[in-house]
């Protein structure tokens, strides 16, 4: 069945962790011609075609779900003749139904799934008092990524024909509910630099008309804490309620799940 010369990188990555494990398993993939598609700060409606490529889609869990944001910018593919390595990166919780959500989503996209894993990165609200899967991916989980590639590509080349790929989940799928609107916010250690400006994926930040402050839209804000995590001066903070709960119920290691 292998005719593709090229791998084809599709991720949203507010804090990075998705696209860290989308590379490494392009690295495993070891095509000559990659290319990349980000999409997280991407609000553009423009439909991208990906023709005669193996492309890996890469995305976060919220609440069991494919982060809604992630969703809605990925209907924007369209696969032709695209086998798919399917992921999704959760914070150590679970991921619960995304993955299935994922792989249903690519096939209404024209994707052919050939492979699909659930990684863990650090959750968004993890800080170093309350760490949460604290600096995931690590070595150990980009070597198995890369594993996974390299796994994935020999399917590809084996298989005359891809069968329905089995992932664990459950249809309907969980329901998302609607949380009380938050944001994080700025402490007085603020200087303005707008690096939280430039990271936000629904560009909910601002500097100020008058350029004495960050303003957020509250109503904008997914709560993915990429604002947090590159402030330089740690300004930036969301005191959010579920962090303790997270850090102490979800402490144990987990390990990637891959599905061939």
């Not at 292998?2 to 993939?29: C, D, M, W």
């Not at 991407?42 to 023709?51: A, K, Q, S």
């Not at 193996?54 to 086998?83: D, E, F, H, M, S």
């Not at 080349?157 to 609107?181: D, H, I, M, R, W």
């Amino acid at each position: 069945m292998n005719t593709y010369t090229t791998t084809q990188l599709v991720f949203f990555s507010p804090t990075h962790t998705s696209a860290k494990i989308a590379r490494a398993v392009g690295e495993g993939i070891g095509m000559g011609r990659r290319i990349e598609t980000d999409l997280t700060l991407d609000e553009d409606l423009t439909p991208i075609e990906i023709r005669d490529a193996l492309t890996v889609i890469a995305v976060p869990v919220y609440g069991g779900r494919v982060a809604p944001v992630a969703l809605q910018r990925l209907k924007r593919l369209r696969g032709i003749n695209a086998p798919a390595i399917l992921i999704t990166v959760y914070g150590n919780r679970d991921y619960e139904d995304a993955l299935l959500e994922l792989r249903d989503t690519a096939v209404e996209l024209g994707f052919m799934p050939l492979s699909a894993a659930a990684f863990i990165g650090e959750h968004s609200y993890s800080t170093p008092a309350r760490p949460i899967a604290a600096g995931r991916p690590d070595a150990s989980d980009l070597q198995k990524a890369e594993c996974f590639g390299q796994d994935s590509w020999k399917k590809l080349c084996e298989v005359s024909s891809l069968p329905e790929l089995f992932v664990k989940g459950n249809t309907p799928y969980k329901e998302l509910k609607a949380g009380q609107p938050a944001c994080p916010v700025c402490t007085e250690n603020c200087f303005v630099c707008g690096e939280c400006v430039e990271v936000c994926p629904t560009h909910a930040i601002r500097v100020s008309e008058d350029g004495s402050r960050i303003e957020t839209d509250v109503n904008r804000c997914i709560k993915c804490c990429a604002c947090v995590k590159v402030c330089p001066n740690e300004a930036r903070i969301f005191d959010n309620p579920f962090a303790a709960i997270l850090h102490e119920r979800f402490n144990v290691r987990r390990e990637p799940e891959l599905f061939l």
